[in-house]
């Protein structure tokens, strides 16, 4: 098997006398989508949470591509190549999709104008911004200088997870990503992952939604009292089994797939 | 349809208030522009003195001193915040600058630069209060309204001093130049330079779009990796500056420095900034829309004042137009796609 991406070993994290991850593990490979499913309070949000960099784990490692990782804040994370996408939608309503994809990180001109004078390169934004959108299949957005919060949940979503996909060089996060989501736009954002992880980008997704998980991960992580209880793939076990292992109602197969 | 993940539907026939609601929304500067220019043709049609290039020069120099506050207001607005000290900030300056001139006999440009800040000094103290702290900003500026405002008093012991008793660079700001009829101010000139620079610094520079995003949604701007702290310090400091370059003109207003002005200030910069357009719930707005509410509020009182209206009641019509205004801003921000 080839060397996972990004590896957890034995996260552990404590807040006073509740242990919200208890030695955790977890693999996700290149190329693929992993899912992490779990029940509330399984300690999945505190374990990607510190793959992100939003928590300090109290123990256990984290490697990236082999090499071991500290993350102190989220920004080290994202230095890494690691993007996530929070489940609040780190996105400025009132600002526009160029200026949302490059916010926190924008461009300047070159020379005098962006040194001296500070000035953006608003049309280089822009075409990057226009580039990557449509090279994940939003071309049909036409207006890059559209205010987002003049677009549907949906696209915002896209807006989103397009930032990720444009700057995460390693691996990208998304949280809940279609919690908050119609049917349609639903499916519209499962087949955005789809591209991401086409375009050779490892995606975690956690998520809820049992149907959206089955349908485009490629391996399914199921945390349990805060620990992976076990690995399956949509193929090896159906989704009332899956749920059956997340509360309990069923032993996890003991082989990790 | 099938792989487009954010397809736009082509919009239909929407009514006209729809279509008022998408164009004020795409562009909140049209609102008081139409505002203004209705006020402007209706009140040379009451009294044909108002376009006179004598009185609109008079209208600039009456909206000085406000434009600049209302300035710094919009920075601190725009980060979903509020400046009640605005004025208290710049009396404050103004009469240290006095006072540097006349107890501390010094120069003026040092006596200048010294007041410059002091004032900013002043800002970056809310700004500390607010993001270290973590007050509301309201509670923060009401407390350090009312502290600037009793030093402000302590200092000056009350007393006004004179434009003549100070180097002639105090009251520089008040002097003008005449282009035909209009009486032009250095003050009224450093003011649209300021504007200038400000629309420039919030529309081109990374700096302007953290603001944006801070007032927007503060939370998304921290998770997209911006220091929200520095942007909301950095805020109120450069408001502070923008106040006491505020109180130097008003020095050459008022041909003095006094202790005793200015306590409508701190409401009338909010008051212009409202009819800019910018929401008081912050990441909207721009200085454009400013500089047209603080033109607005000069209008009204010198155009209400020709027309023959007491002055009670240009207080009245100002009140009315400030509520109009934030409802306007309520509506605009229920727009659907």
């Avoid at chain 2, 998408?22 to 505002?35: C, E, F, K, Q």
């Avoid at chain 2, 600039?60 to 434009?67: D, E, G, H, M, P």
Wanted: hydrophobic share 50%; glycine share 10%.
């Amino acid at each position: 098997m080839t060397e996972p991406v990004l590896q957890a070993k034995g996260i552990t994290k404590r807040y006073g006398r509740v242990v919200a991850i208890d030695g955790s593990d977890l693999e996700l490979y290149p190329g693929e989508i992993l899912a992490v499913i779990g029940d509330n309070g399984a300690g999945k949000s505190s374990l990607i949470k510190a793959l992100s960099g939003a928590l300090i784990p109290d123990e256990g490692e984290i490697f990236l591509d082999g090499a071991q990782v500290h993350f102190r804040t989220p920004m080290d994370a994202r230095a890494a190549g690691i993007e996530t996408v929070y489940q609040t939608l780190a996105v400025a309503p009132g600002l526009d999709i160029a200026d949302n994809l490059f916010l926190g990180r924008e461009e300047r001109k070159p020379g005098v104008l962006g040194s001296v004078f500070r000035m953006l390169d608003r049309s280089h934004m822009r075409a990057e911004a226009k580039r990557h959108m449509s090279e994940l299949g939003v071309a049909t957005l036409q207006n890059i200088g559209q205010a987002v919060e003049s677009l549907s949940g949906g696209q915002r979503q896209a807006v989103a997870v397009a930032r990720s996909a444009a700057f995460g060089s390693k691996v990208v996060i998304l949280d809940e990503p279609t919690a908050a989501l119609g049917v349609k736009e639903g499916n519209r954002v499962l087949q955005l992952i789809r591209d991401v992880r086409d375009r050779g980008l490892p995606v975690i997704l956690i998520s809820h939604n049992m149907p959206h998980v089955f349908e485009v991960a490629d391996r399914i992580h199921i945390q349990r009292l805060g620990r992976r209880a076990t690995v399956i793939t949509p193929k090896s076990h159906s989704m009332s089994e899956a749920v059956a292992i997340m509360t309990g109602a069923a032993e996890p197969p003991t082989a990790a797939a | 349809m099938a792989t487009a993940t954010a397809d736009f539907d082509v919009r239909r026939h929407d009514s006209f208030g729809l279509r008022v609601q998408h164009a004020l929304h795409a562009n909140p500067v049209l609102g008081p522009l139409a505002v203004l220019i209705v006020a402007i043709i209706a009140f040379s049609i009451v009294n044909a003195r108002f376009l006179t290039a004598t009185n609109l020069s008079l209208v600039l120099q009456q909206v000085t001193v406000i434009a600049t506050l209302a300035l710094g207001q919009t920075l601190i607005i725009l980060t979903a915040g509020i400046d009640l000290s605005a004025g208290a900030i710049a009396v404050f300056s103004s009469v240290l600058m006095a006072q540097f001139c006349t107890k501390a006999g010094m120069p003026g440009v040092i006596a200048l630069v010294l007041g410059l800040a002091c004032g900013t000094a002043m800002g970056a103290i809310n700004g500390t209060l607010v993001t270290r702290i973590k007050l509301p900003p309201f509670i923060v500026t009401l407390g350090t309204l009312t502290i600037f405002f009793s030093l402000n008093s302590v200092v000056s012991n009350s007393e006004t001093v004179r434009g003549s008793d100070m180097p002639g660079l105090m009251t520089w700001t008040g002097n003008s130049f005449p282009i035909g009829n209009f009486h032009l101010t250095y003050g009224s000139i450093i003011m649209l330079l300021l504007f200038a620079y400000f629309f420039y610094a919030l529309s081109r520079t990374a700096w302007g779009k953290h603001v944006y995003a801070t007032g927007d949604d503060v939370e998304a701007a921290r998770l997209a990796g911006i220091r929200t702290g520095r942007v909301l310090f950095s805020v109120y400091t450069v408001a502070g500056l923008l106040y006491a370059i505020g109180g130097w003109i008003l020095i050459g207003r008022l041909a003095s420095a006094s202790p005793n002005v200015g306590t409508e200030y701190n409401l009338d910069s909010i008051t212009a900034v409202v009819l800019g357009g910018t929401s008081l719930f912050g990441g909207r707005g721009s200085v454009i829309g400013t500089l047209i509410g603080a033109l607005i509020v000069g209008v009204f009182r010198n155009g209400l004042q020709l027309a023959g209206v007491e002055v009670v009641w240009q207080g009245f019509a100002i009140g009315l137009l400030v509520l109009i205004a934030v409802s306007i801003d309520q509506w605009i921000r229920k727009v659907k796609t």
